[in-house]
């Protein structure tokens, strides 16, 4: 038996017009399926197979939580994800993939494996930031993020570092201070 023949979805041998599917997505599946997004998660999908004229829809309701690096500090983050998606899947002479999410498998195989889909749902349902909230981040690589901050290497102090929230802050800049150059563009917008 292979890594992911329990994904396999038998269409062919469909009974009923519609069947339900319950996949319970562990560390070993992120590891066996080795995607560069995510490596470790405990995911719940549900998949509803309903069969149409001529084809097949294929809903996913995916949830759960998967591990990903922070884009600041690179420890493991908690990201609890959420996603529906649907594929159209229809029997043809050779496997395809289509536009709008319609799928071609050879009707000999009558059969589709679901593992990878199921994975890039997932994968997409991942926001394109992903960093710890204010504060969690790691302390150890944060401040050696405000250290590679500085620009002369002689300087003890710049002005400039990370809040709570990783974003760049200039301590010498006076509250209401704006830069004279903004001030001009502004103008342009305002005579519009």
Not at 170 to 189: M, V, Y
Request: with cysteine.
């Amino acid at each position: 038996m292979g890594k992911f023949d329990a994904y396999n979805i038998d269409l062919k041998g469909m009974r009923a017009d519609s069947a339900t599917y319950e996949f319970a997505l562990d560390n070993l599946y992120f590891a066996h399926i080795d995607g560069q997004e995510v490596q470790k998660g405990k995911v719940r999908v549900t998949l509803n197979v309903k069969r149409t004229a001529g084809a097949f829809e294929l809903n996913f309701q995916t949830e759960g939580m998967v591990y990903v690096p922070c884009d600041r500090c690179l420890d493991d983050m908690e990201l609890p994800i959420t996603s529906s998606d649907k594929l159209r899947v229809k029997f043809g002479h050779e496997y395809a993939e289509e536009a709008g999410n319609l799928i071609v498998i050879p009707e000999a195989e009558g059969a589709i494996n679901v593992a990878w889909f199921m994975y890039e749902f997932i994968a997409l349902s991942i926001p394109m930031k992903h960093v710890h909230a204010p504060g969690k981040c790691n302390k150890a690589m944060t401040g050696k993020l405000n250290k590679h901050l500085k620009t002369d290497a002689n300087e003890e102090e710049d002005g400039f570092g990370l809040d709570d929230g990783g974003i760049v802050i200039d301590d010498n800049e006076a509250p209401g201070q704006t830069d004279p150059r903004w001030d001009e563009l502004k103008k342009i917008l305002d005579n519009n």
